[in-house]
């Protein structure tokens, strides 16, 4: 019989957030601590003594049924954190056997889109959805893709990469992966700040955003004056959810999911991302899928999202062998 | 435990092939008939005497595991064959259920793509494989994509459209679909001579393929005249190549798979076309994954193929409910 709890992690550069959950997906007790602790042997210390705090203080020791932990170019298959990550330790990181022995509980890992993905399976919009796939719009764009079922890892656990499939071939913007013309590139928060610099730059159109100096433009700042009715700020939404649903169409024909669910900050521009967007979506969809997939905002709340993910992964964790 | 034979189907638009199969994936015995019969049940009817003959004249009677049938948008979840089908009868048909009635033996049916996935998978060159991408470059371009191990169905059964990536989103060619841009419309037996006549066109180079009337311009013809050292024709090659290269790219980071597995007549090309495919592959890969997907081609011989594959799916099939 499974154990009441979990602890789900969210890892990230700064901080390390972590929570013990339920199996509706209530967070009993959160708390966090620096990431950037310089030895490795100090950090998992400072974790592992952090959670016992919060576990015995919520007085749940022995309820729980596993670890979950949502990192940066962490592998699910090897429960290591591989290279070129932004962590102060040298990578491999054997992160899920680290902490299964110091907590001698089972421990699962993997990156924080795919943690999103469980998260929305285990409690959030997709609960009972066998088929969909997860896209995070935040700094960057990253997916999660389950197919009946189970999150797709593929050869070498990091399959799900969509933020880096080439939308455009020709003149396409450099992204951060090196290479150019990623949705990575036009759909992420801070691709929609490049595109209200382009159009500021390419347009004479009075607009709210030349009142700040254009290197500061936040998603933010485009989002504000897009309420206000700025031209030049909803046709940044436009475009972005165009560029998006154009993109979605084509994910459709890979693994024909029943919906794809959005998270992430870019979500809260609501119908000035969403109406562009489906309509892109139906416009390029070929027509067997015509119809058929849903767009769904995730219902998890930002804040409690990266814990829930990670820690759903919590509940199907095995001992390493 | 299992007995010892399959029966693989290839139903096609004029005829329907099958055959009598074993574990190792040796034909046994095979014969035809005539798909374009006017009225479903007489077609059924003459299926069914033809295979049962078969399997009495091989001697195999009461050995036979089950039935599994590659046609044309055939749905794995349903048993039927859906809308929009070059076949004589009204749609849908629910074509396992019939044949499992008349047979009495389990029946799975998929499109011709997936169950070429199978066929590589049981008995091909991607045995043993858990994650790969089969692509069948014929009239069109068709895909069997697996996951840990198993066909991806999507939540409607026809998920692996790959075809139907639009890979040019401006200027692109018309496709069979309805829409412009597909890989389809490049990358296929019919974009390869789609190709050389835009090059012909739009070249004064000297060709073999002028001396032919433009319109009847096939892609073997264009393969003949390539290996006899014709520019043009080796620059469609490398045009179709290269495109089909970016794709895979592009494919690759959505399920991570160890190899993409092509097969049809375009593969006859050899290196004219892989070497511009894996150099294509390859420059449009992100780091993560270059250098780990490799690129196989067929092991079935493809006049078996389309039976092979089909008859892959009769070991897992089962009575429906």
């Not at 990230?12 to 310089?38: H, M, Q, R, Y």
């Not at 890992?109 to 896209?135: C, H, L």
């Not at 009715?229 to 979605?248: H, N, Q, S, Y």
Request: net charge negative; aromatic share 8%.
């Amino acid at each position: 019989m499974k154990k009441p709890y979990v602890i789900g992690v969210d890892m990230g550069g700064t901080n390390t957030v972590f929570g013990i959950v339920d199996a509706e997906g209530k967070i009993l007790a959160s708390d966090s601590i620096k990431t950037a602790v310089p030895v490795l042997e100090d950090y998992i210390e400072q974790f592992y003594n952090a959670v016992t705090k919060l576990i015995k203080e919520a007085g749940v020791e022995g309820q729980i049924q596993g670890i979950g932990i949502g990192a940066p170019n962490a592998n699910y298959f090897t429960g290591a954190i591989e290279a070129g990550v932004n962590l102060p330790w040298p990578t491999p990181i054997p992160l899920a056997k680290i902490i299964e022995e110091k907590f001698k509980l089972p421990v699962a890992i993997t990156n924080d889109a795919n943690a999103a993905a469980m998260g929305e399976m285990t409690y959030g919009v997709a609960r009972g959805m066998k088929d969909f796939i997860m896209i995070t719009l935040g700094t960057g764009v990253g997916s999660g893709i389950v197919i009946d079922g189970k999150v797709v890892y593929g050869h070498d656990g990091f399959a799900g990469e969509l933020g880096h499939v080439l939308v455009r071939r020709e003149n396409g913007r450099m992204c951060g992966c090196g290479r150019c013309g990623c949705l990575e590139a036009y759909c992420s928060a801070t691709g929609v700040a490049r595109t209200a610099r382009e159009y500021l730059v390419s347009s004479t159109e009075p607009s709210i955003l030349r009142e700040m100096p254009s290197e500061k433009i936040t998603s933010k700042d485009v989002y504000d004056a897009a309420v206000k009715g700025d031209k030049i700020a909803k046709d940044v939404f436009d475009f972005t959810g165009t560029m998006l649903g154009e993109a979605l169409a084509d994910f459709t024909v890979f693994s024909s999911p029943s919906a794809f669910v959005l998270f992430g900050g870019l979500t809260k521009a609501g119908e000035l991302l969403l109406k562009p967007l489906r309509e892109a979506m139906d416009r390029n969809m070929i027509k067997m899928f015509r119809g058929k997939v849903q767009i769904l905002l995730s219902e998890l709340k930002e804040s409690d999202a990266a814990v829930l993910g990670a820690s759903a992964l919590g509940w199907e964790a095995k001992f390493s062998d």
